[in-house]
């Protein structure tokens, strides 16, 4: 018997260690700047904006390009015996002769009606061209500068356009870490609800026996007990759904769920709707976006003008042709012109269409900055009414707690039985996790005001606010 025993020791202290290990590795909190920084990294929101972000600086960079010289080359080899390209070639070597126009023909005057064979009818022929080109724009009636202003813009706009969404995800995981804590504050009441129903069961059972209570009595707090456990798992539920939205926001690919740590309570923003209003319409980076989009249309139209004004253009060329790699003949060419389409109908519709988008864009951006006002106003005063909200819950749950005091006092000297301790107690979590949940709503709508304003940063995170079930809350 003892050596059995001694032989169940060495496998308990291995069960006893691996579940300490493993309650070691889920206990660690997972903190709100951590989620951040993971999501920030990997969520696929913010790779597509860091890729819109790259795509408008390439075409910014390829804008300014246009203003540089370009630099071609390239390298032919042709052969033919057609008359013309024939002599073109020769020309081109430098190599034509006399008898290439047939003047081994020519024998006077008296043959001057004769079709020199060498010229139409010669033998085929080859050339090695090189080539290289330096394209030089001159003036382009401004079209090149106002790409440069539109694209610069644009790039401008998509940078505001990734702090929008950057922002959005701090929100997004705001609400969905807080959220989870408010979840598991509902398992435990529910928990304790199905606890305290449970034995009120019990004692409505033993009054039934007895012929105290009715059977009816009996029938409602079973009932009442299927309830409290149906209330269970929809608490559950929805823990499960807040932990999964919080992994996907984070990129969680671990087997075990992450452990949240305390909520997070932002700061609220000080002075009155009208201040707040002004410096939202400064910061919020989706009005700064179409604000750069409107400049970026009117840089559009004066692209559109520049179709009226003449191009200027300049070419410089070096030529080598040969019959063979390393003879070939050096030639250069040193031009410019000048293009202007003095009429072209097509050009008005440009200017009107340029000018439209301009006109639509001012149209989105008063729209977005009235929803806006609209946004910061109700944000700001629904914020106020949650921290207001929160405080009397925090005073409902310090009467909550008095009364449960009082409660166990009657319970240990037998005035009260186990049924009204359990009830007290059930109350008491539903207080504390209204507190938890007045909490979350004060949390969300200061982040939806901090969001509207621009200032949705993991900066204005303070340190995380005290849990409603810390300090001082053991029953």
Known sequence: MGCRQRHRYPSAILLSALLASLSASTAAALGFPACVQDALRQNPAMLLARAKMAEARGQASSAEGRLLPRLSGSFSAIQSNNPLTVLGMKLSQRSATFKD?????????????TAPGNLDHPHAYHNLGTQLQLAIPIWDGGAVRSGIDETRAMLRAARSG????????????????DGVIAARSQVRVALKDRSADAASVKTTEQLFRRGVVLRSDLLAARVHA???????????????????????LIGWNRPVPPSVGKPVLPEMPSGNIAALEKEGL????????????????????????????????????????GTSLGNGAPSYTLGGQITWDALDFSRGGQVDAAHAKVEEL??????AQDRLRLQIAEAARAARVAAHQARIRELALEQSREAQRLLRLRYENGIETLTGLLQGQAELDHARSAVVEARYEEAVRRGALLFALGRMELADMPAPARSAGSAGEQS
């Not at 990734?162 to 870490?177: D, G, M, T």
């Not at 249309?297 to 080598?320: C, T």
């Not at 001012?362 to 729209?367: D, E, F, G, I, K």
């Open 282 to 321: 400064f910061r919020n980076p989706g009005i700064r976006a179409l604000q750069q989009k409107v400049l970026a249309a009117r840089a559009g139209v004066a692209m559109a003008r520049a179709s009226y004004m003449p191009h200027v253009n300049g070419v410089v060329k070096q030529e080598w042709n």
């Open 101 to 113: 126009f047939g003047a081994g023909a020519f024998s006077g005057p008296a043959t001057l009606g």
């Open 162 to 177: 990734n702090i929008l969404a950057r922002q959005q995800l701090v929100f997004s995981l705001l609400e969905a870490y």
């Open 362 to 367: 001012l149209a989105r951006l008063r729209q």
């Open 226 to 248: 299927e309830e409290a456990g149906l209330g269970v798992q929809q608490a559950r539920n929805a823990l499960a759904n807040a932990l999964d939205n919080l992994e996907i």
